[in-house]
């Protein structure tokens, strides 16, 4: 019989690098420099395998199968570039999340993302630190969240398609991310996918902000009443326009009626849980009591929810409201 393998543990490593680096010390007296970084390159080759070994081969053979691991345990929590580095124990983590995230679906968003939302719309600031646990105006690029533990398995040809969008001629910033979710109607495109369309700069959320408030497109995220929606993401209700006179209503004003309506019609009493593929009710709509051209405010009082049918209906004359 052969003798039995003798399973490593962190400790074994510990002790081994201690000794590489005792070696290193009497490597100081030398005057060859190349002696010196000579000696250190096991210790170097020890330390990597440790943080490799941190995460159980079983679990994680690969290095990018590590870097999800570790995500996936600390999901919707700020995670440093160097801890990725760590358990990666590879040099290229950085091609490796980005694999995760395009190639294989994981919603995986950099920290300065969310810090240009935060930036563009202070008033979210607040609700984003309670979930990342951190500050998103202070967040960097190198930092990074998982904000899905579902995997989004449409990601390797929505990223085909957002490629090819990205390298149209002639088109604006807001153009490009407004066809981008015209082709993603009801579906949730992170933030990630947002921000290299407008060519990593950080005017994309800006720009997604006007095409909400100032072109009247029903584009929400978690913080403006989509609370199923993940963090992080931004999704386009209809391929539907709103009237100019509905565009100008301020996002508090709205959440307001959300809140006080309970998220449902006020006439049939649907919500977006329940939502059915053969069901024609598919969002909620912000209606005025009294008609715009009738001088009626964009105010809490004015304004009441309605499934999408009956608010076609309202507006076409076949249904009076009786509230």
């Known amino acids: 019989m052969g003798k039995p393998v003798q399973v490593q543990t962190p400790a074994d490593a510990v002790d081994r690098i201690k000794g590489l680096l005792d070696n290193f010390l009497g490597r100081l007296a030398d005057d060859d420099l190349r002696e010196q970084v000579r000696s250190l390159v096991p210790a170097f080759e020890e330390l990597r395998g440790l943080g490799k070994g941190l995460i159980p081969s079983e679990l994680a053979s690969s290095a990018r199968e590590r870097i999800l691991a570790y995500f996936q345990r600390y999901a919707l929590q700020v995670i440093e570039g160097d801890e990725l580095h760590v358990v990666a124990g590879i040099s290229e983590w950085a091609r490796r999340v980005r694999e995760l995230r395009v190639e294989f679906g994981w919603t995986i968003c950099s920290g300065v993302t969310f ?124 391929d539907k326009q709103a009237p100019e006179h509905d565009r100008r209503i301020p996002d508090d004003v709205r959440v307001e009626v959300l809140i006080r309506d309970n998220f449902a019609c006020r ?57």
């Open 115 to 238: 810090k240009d939302m935060a930036d563009d719309e202070p008033e979210l600031a607040g609700g984003l630190a309670d979930i990342l646990g951190a500050d998103p105006r202070s967040l960097k690029p190198d930092q990074y969240v998982l904000v899905n533990l579902q995997q989004d398995r449409e990601a390797a040809h929505r990223w085909n398609v957002l490629n090819t969008i990205r390298k149209k001629k002639g088109l604006g910033t807001k153009a490009r991310l407004l066809e981008y979710m015209r082709a993603n109607v009801g579906k949730p495109v992170s933030i990630e996918e947002l921000r290299y369309l407008a060519g990593d700069k950080s005017e994309w959320a800006r720009r997604m902000r006007e095409l909400r408030t100032e072109e009247g497109w029903p584009i929400f995220t978690r913080m403006q009443g989509r609370s199923e929606l993940p963090v992080g993401t931004y999704v386009l209700d209809e």
């Open 267 to 323: 006439v049939c009493g649907w919500t977006r849980e329940q939502l059915r593929q053969d069901d024609p009710r598919k969002f909620i709509e912000l209606h005025h009591l009294t008609a715009h051209a009738e001088k009626g405010a964009n105010s809490v009082e004015n304004l009441i929810l309605l499934c999408n049918v009956h608010h076609d209906q309202t507006h076409a004359g076949r249904l009076k409201l009786e509230l």
